[in-house]
T-cell receptor
Framework: NAGVTQTPKFRVLKTGQSMTLLCAQDMNHEYMYWYRQDPGMGLRLIHYSVGEGTTAKGEVPDGYNVSRLKKQNFLLGLESAAPSQTSVYFC??????????FGPGTRLTVL | DQQVKQNSPSLSVQEGRISILNCDYTNSMFDYFLWYKKYPAEGPTFLISISSIKDKNEDGRFTVFLNKSAKHLSLHIVPSQPGDSAVYFCAALSGTYKYIFGTGTRLKVLA
């Protein structure tokens, strides 16, 4: 039981490049979330999903897209990376509207 | 506009003493609160939660107090141990699925 895993752990992009971050959970949770953490800002919700095939916008969705084609996976895409998207990205899942289980994070640098 | 605030960025406490971490919120509609602990290079892990119908919840060395009239919650750790050194985030449930996180307090327990 791996819990929540994130791929990759680190990535460096140039401005304008695209990439996809993968989040996978093996706990059969309905809800999944993508957050970003910036210094002095706490965790801010980018997008979330309440079930397979559904997605919704969080606090800071601009510049990101998501997909949840399978219940266990939640993908976060950056179509044209910008330096402002340099951050640590955390994925989380939860069985209901309480405790969230977080992955270890992806550190992304956009040059 | 920060709806959940942790006004102390850091706190140092001697081993064996009490650690008190504070969190203030502005939205009286929040009805569920959680505390997470985060070690460097790891994702946050759930610590303890409290519903707005309660004013106290206890789990071993950890107790969370909620003062709804003051829109304030606090986390007490007694006794504090060096392994408690981490960043602590409070979070409030907004609506059905979305959590709003505070900016975190870095706790250092001195041996």
């Amino acid at each position: 039981n791996a819990g929540v895993t994130q791929t990759p752990k680190f990535r460096v992009l140039k401005t304008g490049q695209s990439m996809t971050l993968l989040c996978a959970q093996d706990m059969n949770h309905e809800y999944m979330y993508w957050y970003r953490q910036d210094p002095g800002m706490g965790l801010r919700l980018i997008h979330y999903s309440v079930g397979e095939g559904t997605t919704a916008k969080g606090e800071v969705p601009d510049g990101y897209n998501v997909s949840r084609l399978k219940k266990q996976n939640f993908l976060l895409g950056l179509e044209s990376a910008a330096p402002s998207q340099t951050s640590v990205y955390f994925c989380a899942s939860s069985p209901s509207t309480d405790t969230q289980y977080f992955g270890p994070g992806t550190r992304l640098t956009v040059l | 506009d920060q709806q959940v605030k942790q006004n102390s960025p850091s706190l140092s406490v001697q081993e064996g003493r009490i650690s008190i971490l504070n969190c203030d919120y502005t939205n009286s509609m929040f009805d569920y609160f959680l505390w997470y602990k985060k070690y460097p290079a790891e994702g946050p892990t759930f610590l303890i939660s409290i519903s707005s119908i309660k004013d106290k919840n206890e789990d071993g060395r950890f107790t969370v107090f909620l003062n709804k009239s003051a829109k304030h919650l606090s986390l007490h750790i007694v006794p504090s141990q060096p392994g408690d050194s981490a960043v602590y985030f409070c979070a409030a449930l907004s609506g059905t699925y979305k959590y709003i996180f505070g900016t975190g307090t870095r706790l250092k327990v001195l041996a």
